[in-house]
């Protein structure tokens, strides 16, 4: 996952390559955040973060003729800086929702009806995450800079972090933590592509990416330094930081030795694939029963 400062949905904008050089300036010298220009630059960027006309990564798709070779994402760092930046520019407030008080910088999130996007009591998202049309947030919670795409459920007591991907009918279960980051701005967020489903009380973190269609089974904890382990073939085949396409995910662990004694470690095993050529619903079943996994 390269990062990279320029847009290529808005390239070509001179008035966001404009607003762009502001929030760097502004970056690299925190007093010009009192400079009208720099605030507003500031202040625009986050309103388009929680319109979805703007989103911290997003996908590229690289072709060779007429068939989609593969998929890569762009980071734009200066939009992480623009959500860094807008912290300073807010003081804490008193927010009022019936009975209920909050006290906070950053505001609630407004708006669901005319988003086409279910909320449930206590669903919180903030200010600045975008949800597409037809999400459900059952009790849970997205926080600023986050992207959660159209048809995808953020199940109770789920946890969208700052930043963070998720891609178009995706299933965060009951208890998932999708990890945020916002330093260093160069890091990648975590990203979970269209149509995953991430089993109960997982955990992502540290800007891994989990490829599209794939199941991860309930308990399964992948950071950069977790060890994601094919063990289809004759060899295992290893992986760090991404989950390849339609793999079938759970926890695992490996025997390392300590001055203690040997010990399991833990890991993720990938134990088989989702068949694309089946509906998305269809195949999750089969999965689910032929390798028992828990959700």
């Not at 998929?71 to 912290?87: E, N, P, R, S, T």
């Not at 399964?220 to 289809?232: A, E, F």
């Not at 990938?270 to 998305?280: A, H, L, M, V, Y």
């Amino acid at each position: 996952m390269a990062a990279n400062t320029e847009n290529p949905t808005t390239r070509g904008s001179q008035h966001l390559v404009t607003r762009q050089a502001a929030v760097e300036a502004a970056w690299a010298d925190r007093s010009l955040l009192s400079n009208p220009e720099n605030r507003q630059a500031v202040l625009d960027t986050l309103a388009d973060l929680d319109a979805g006309r703007l989103r911290v990564a997003e996908p590229v798709v690289h072709q060779t003729g007429s068939e989609q070779a593969s998929q890569d994402w762009l980071v734009h760092d200066w939009i992480k800086k623009a959500v860094i930046l807008y912290f300073p520019l807010c003081e804490m407030q008193t927010m009022e929702v019936g009975p209920l008080e909050f006290h906070d910088k950053i505001p609630l999130k407004k708006g669901y009806a005319a988003m086409g996007v279910r909320v449930v009591p206590h669903a919180i998202a903030r200010y600045g995450a975008f949800l597409a049309n037809g999400v459900v947030m059952m009790p849970s919670y997205v926080n600023i800079g986050a992207y959660v795409d159209e048809g995808s459920m953020v199940d109770t007591w789920a946890t969208v972090g700052t930043c963070a991907q998720i891609g178009k009918r995706v299933h965060l279960s009951g208890g998932v933590g999708i990890g945020g980051v916002l330093e260093p701005v160069q890091a990648a967020p975590v990203i979970i592509e269209d149509d995953c489903f991430i089993g109960s009380r997982c955990i992502v973190v540290e800007g891994v990416r989990v490829g599209r269609e794939a199941v991860l089974g309930a308990g399964v904890v992948l950071t950069q330094s977790t060890k994601i382990i094919d063990v289809n073939g004759a060899e295992p085949v290893e992986y760090r930081g991404v989950v390849p396409p339609r793999s079938v995910v759970i926890p695992g662990t490996l025997p390392r030795t300590f001055p203690a004694g040997t010990y399991g470690v833990p890991c993720a095993l990938i134990i088989g694939q989702r068949k694309p050529s089946t509906d998305k619903k269809v195949s999750l079943n089969e999965v689910l029963r032929t390798h028992a996994l828990a959700v």
